[in-house]
T-cell receptor, first 112, second 118 residues
Framework: EDKVVQSPLSLVVHEGDTVTLNCSYE??????LLWYKQEKKAPTFLFML????IEKKSGRLSSILDKKELSSILNITATQTGDSAIYLC????????????FGKGTMLLVSP | EAGVAQSPRYKIIEKRQSVAFWCNPI?????LYWYQQILGQGPKLLIQ????????DSQLPKDRFSAERLKGVDSTLKIQPAKLEDSAVYLC????????????????FGAGSRLTVL
């Protein structure tokens, strides 16, 4: 059975801190790993990672995939209260119908 | 571009009643998904359509859940009869026809329909 495990499940930090969220997976026919941010509404897309060791960046957020370790990390530097959300990791499998298996998410709370 | 539209946003029903959720995907998106997200869990795929054909419904509780996508555009998810454990957010998502590893096949989610079964 496919598994996507995220850690920690919840995290409280102060504004300005740097956080690292973890995602590990066990799936057959891996194609890509995706990160989504979910506030009180629809999950919104952050990153898609397909190649090992290549960092993707968007502002204060960055992510990298390690196919050897079957894992990915999402880093957020200089956190702001607006970063408070659930961060979901999902794995996409081949064939190319974009079916995603999600982890339980990490709930991040950034306090002022 | 307009996003994925879902309605209703909230629904409260008693157990054994029925409920229906509607989804209108992004124009041109061939693939439509229904996910169930129970509080504290990640989204779980219920059913996936490619145009108006079902690609994957292996996790759909078919004794009470049904879904259709007529004409390959809008979709409806129905629960009849509802159970307490069906309380969840039902997320609809869509994606364009697969275009390889370009990232263009990323799913776009709607805001969800929150169901409470009493």
């Amino acid at each position: 059975e496919d598994k996507v495990v995220q850690s920690p499940l919840s995290l409280v930090v102060h504004e300005g801190d740097t956080v690292t969220l973890n995602c590990s997976y066990e799936v057959t026919n891996f194609r890509s790993l995706l990160w989504y941010k979910q506030e009180k509404k629809a999950p919104t897309f952050l990153f898609m990672l397909t190649s090992s060791g290549i960092e993707k960046k968007s502002g204060r957020l960055s992510s990298i995939l390690d196919k050897k370790e079957l894992s990915s990390i999402l880093n957020i530097t200089a956190t702001q209260t607006g970063d408070s959300a659930i961060y979901l990791c999902a794995v996409e499998k081949i064939p190319g119908y974009s079916t995603l298996t999600f982890g339980k998410g990490t709930m991040l709370l950034v306090s002022p | 571009e307009a996003g994925v539209a879902q309605s209703p946003r909230y629904k409260i029903i008693e157990k054994r009643q029925s409920v229906a959720f509607w989804c209108n995907p992004i124009s041109g998106h061939a693939t439509l998904y229904w996910y169930q997200q129970i509080l504290g869990q990640g989204p779980k795929l219920l059913i996936q359509f490619q145009n108006n054909g079902v690609v994957d419904d292996s996790q759909l509780p078919k004794d009470r859940f049904s879904a259709e996508r007529l004409k390959g555009v809008d979709s409806t998810l129905k629960i009849q009869p509802a159970k307490l454990e069906d309380s969840a957010v039902y997320l609809c998502a869509s994606s364009p026809p697969w275009q390889g590893y370009s990232g263009a096949n990323v799913l776009t989610f709607g805001a969800g329909s929150r169901l409470t079964v009493l």
